[in-house]
């Protein structure tokens, strides 16, 4: 991606990013609602998150990064989306952008290069959850054709306060 701005370029991610993605991660952790943990990890509590995604089938992880600093922006993720073996073919997706990094297109970047990597995959299905409200994320996910499904309604609890989540899918 240039247009006057730094290039951005979408890779796997690797060992070395663990700290700057676990950094990243606990900004959301502290910060928002977004995520539903409430304490921050430190890089080697990630370490197993990180070895759960490799660079092939289908429990990737992409990472964007400022080409020339190779800064972190970013990153998108498919999981397991539940641990029982007629799950295996649907996935949980989802997107960290940088607050610094925002509305420079880093999750459409991510997300296109999430699902190129997925195409040849034996998957089904994607999930999104997204913390209510959370505007810039549901049309981000209905850009690459996700569909509102439903919402569970208070589902979490953080910062004192109940949270709804609406659920999308996609098929892949």
């Excluded at 089938?57 to 992409?62: A, E, N, S, T, Y």
Aim: no cysteine; hydrophobic share 35%.
């Amino acid at each position: 991606m240039a247009s006057g701005r730094a290039e951005v370029q979408v890779r796997p991610g690797v060992e070395d990013d663990l700290k700057s993605l676990t950094d990243l991660y606990n900004h959301y952790v502290r910060e928002t609602p977004i995520t539903f943990d409430t304490d921050t990890f430190t890089p080697e509590e990630r370490r197993p998150w990180l070895l759960s995604h490799p660079e092939d089938g289908p429990h990737r992880l992409r990472v964007a990064t400022d080409a020339d600093s190779q800064e972190i922006l970013g990153y998108a993720t498919s999981s397991p989306y539940r641990a029982k073996p007629a799950y295996g073919t649907s996935v949980e997706t989802t997107v960290y952008v940088a607050p610094r990094a925002g509305g420079r297109g880093i999750g459409t970047l991510l997300y296109a290069s999430l699902f190129e990597a997925l195409a040849d995959e034996d998957l089904h299905r994607a999930y999104a959850g997204i913390a209510q409200p959370n505007a810039a994320s549901a049309r981000l996910h209905e850009r690459f054709g996700f569909r509102y499904v439903g919402t569970y309604r208070e589902v979490g609890r953080k910062f004192g306060r109940y949270w709804d989540v609406a659920w999308y899918e996609k098929p892949l």
